[in-house]
């Protein structure tokens, strides 16, 4: 899809974005200080210079509107919108669980602006938290945090299962739960991957709230589809497959990313997308892995690959690699 006939660009770039009347919105992964987009303390692999911020980042060739409601920051576009905010777990200190809360507030508010924007379908989220798995108020960090979100996804009035949003959950170094949404006005279709349990009826052995998100969803854009791979990994039913094979549990996410892809192409013909058609972010528990995961990734995808690496803590201890994706809409990768 040509560039500049496309609503909706990626730009992944070390630099802080230089126009950002063209900006929808974006993250910093790495230390910044400057652009004002919200950071996330992580690490990228698989470059001369880890410690080099990496911004992804959401761009238009349509006039975008930037807004802020407090700590949220929003960019609106015609048809989309891209929403962030950060928050501090200390503000809610008193709460019994920090993180519940703060994560129940962050949704809510999300939910609340695009309600008032009127962009009220959110397409893909992405979620990132310290100390993953932490234990806070007896529960595992990570199931606190599912917790605030599907409590926040009830308060609100919206489907706890079955046509939600994609999103992914990573582990941080540190720094403050940062949740950003990309968002429209008509509602994507959320696709679900017939290898796995949807993430939604997973049994509470995984916590007493389950995750509230799709495998993947397809929004579309001047009629055109755009593909939004959840965070993505070694899974099988809802339990995890090959503990400690970070190479078989790559190639594991990869016949699961393929199912979805069927299953993508299945419900909607229009959105027939290819592993070299997509744009990964590939996140390592263990940076020695890079080059490995690299080499089965570049294979398996050809030449076409085009991918970042990203040092997280999945969400699952015994989980050591996990991958999200989209397609779509065109990828500006800048030096």
């Known amino acids: 899809m040509p560039t500049e006939h496309a609503p909706l660009e990626l730009v992944w770039t070390p630099r802080s974005p230089a126009a950002p009347t063209a900006l929808l919105g974006g993250l910093c992964y790495g230390p910044d200080g400057e652009s004002g987009?919200?950071?996330?303390?992580?690490a990228r692999l698989g470059v001369p210079r880890p410690d080099t911020p990496l911004f992804s980042l959401f761009a238009s060739n349509q006039p975008v509107e930037h807004a802020r409601f407090g700590a949220l920051r929003l960019w609106r576009h015609p048809d989309c919108v891209f929403a962030a905010l950060s928050i501090e777990e200390n503000t809610y200190r008193d709460f019994p669980s920090p993180l519940r809360e703060a994560s129940r507030v962050a949704y809510r508010t999300l939910f609340d602006v695009l309600e008032k924007e009127g962009y009220s379908a959110p397409w893909r989220f992405w979620n990132y938290l310290a100390d993953i798995h932490g234990e806070e108020a007896g529960l595992e960090r990570y199931r606190q945090f599912n917790y605030g979100r599907q409590q926040a996804f009830a308060d609100a009035?919206?489907?706890?299962?079955?046509?939600?949003?994609?999103?992914?959950?990573?582990?941080?170094?540190g720094g403050p739960l940062v949740v950003a949404v990309l968002a429209g006005r008509e509602p994507a279709l959320a696709v679900e991957n017939p290898r796995q349990v949807s993430a939604y009826d997973y049994p509470s052995d995984y916590g007493p709230r389950a995750p509230t998100f799709a495998r993947?969803?397809?929004?579309?854009l001047d009629g055109r589809p755009q593909l939004w791979l959840s965070g993505t990994a070694s899974i099988v039913g809802h339990r995890t497959r090959h503990a400690g094979d970070v190479a078989e549990q790559t190639r594991e996410t990869l016949r699961n990313i393929?199912?979805?892809?069927?299953?993508?192409?299945?419900?909607l013909p229009g959105a027939d997308f290819?592993?070299?058609?997509?744009?990964?972010?590939?996140y390592l528990r263990h940076p020695e892995h890079q080059p490995r995961v690299a080499a089965l990734l570049a294979a398996e995808v050809g030449t076409m690959l085009n991918a970042v690496y990203l040092q997280a803590d999945i969400c699952r201890a015994d989980l050591l690699v996990e991958i999200e994706a989209s397609a779509g809409h065109p990828l500006r990768v800048a030096p």
């Open 216 to 220: 993947a969803c397809v929004s579309s």
């Open 37 to 42: 987009l919200p950071e996330v303390a992580l």
């Open 258 to 267: 393929r199912a979805l892809l069927d299953e993508a192409r299945r419900r």
């Open 157 to 173: 009035g919206r489907r706890v299962n079955a046509a939600v949003p994609a999103a992914c959950a990573l582990g941080s170094q």
């Open 274 to 282: 290819a592993l070299s058609a997509l744009h990964y972010t590939v």
